[in-house]
């Protein structure tokens, strides 16, 4: 196995709100918003060894899901103790339920403040 040339420190992710896509993702997966930097655009937040960051850029152009019109570009997907409890949950911090579930069985696809897709995932079976 060859030595690496760099480490991954973070996922960073375009948004029109740094702050308020930090404290989204904070609160909807336990974490903690370790940075906001308002006359940056940018903000960041530790979810247990993981850091988000949240740049906010001019003209943001939401992801349309399923669509490629815009796409996705990314998704992120958390596992969750029980799937409706925690789609309440999300939905109460402002995501919203995507009208085109792929397999609502297995999982759920959201859709945060900004139109980001993210899923959340049951417990693995077997």
């Known amino acids: 196995m060859s030595t690496p040339v760099s480490e991954l420190i973070a996922f960073t992710i375009d948004t029109p709100d740094a702050s308020r896509s930090a404290r989204f993702y904070a609160d909807l997966a336990g974490g903690e918003v370790t940075g906001e930097y308002p006359e940056h655009g940018y903000a960041s937040v530790a979810i247990g060894a993981y850091t988000l960051n949240f740049q906010g850029v001019q003209g943001y152009a939401a992801p349309r899901w399923p669509g490629q019109d815009h796409p996705q570009q990314f998704h992120l997907d958390f596992r ?9 949950h999300a939905t109460g911090l402002g995501a919203t339920v995507a009208a085109e579930q792929p397999a609502p069985e297995a999982y759920r696809v959201m859709l945060d403040p900004d139109g980001h897709p993210f899923c959340l995932c049951p417990p693995q079976q077997g």
Do not use: D, R
Request: hydrophobic share 45%; net charge negative; proline share 0%.
């Open 80 to 88: 969750v103790g029980e799937l409706e409890q925690a789609v309440q």
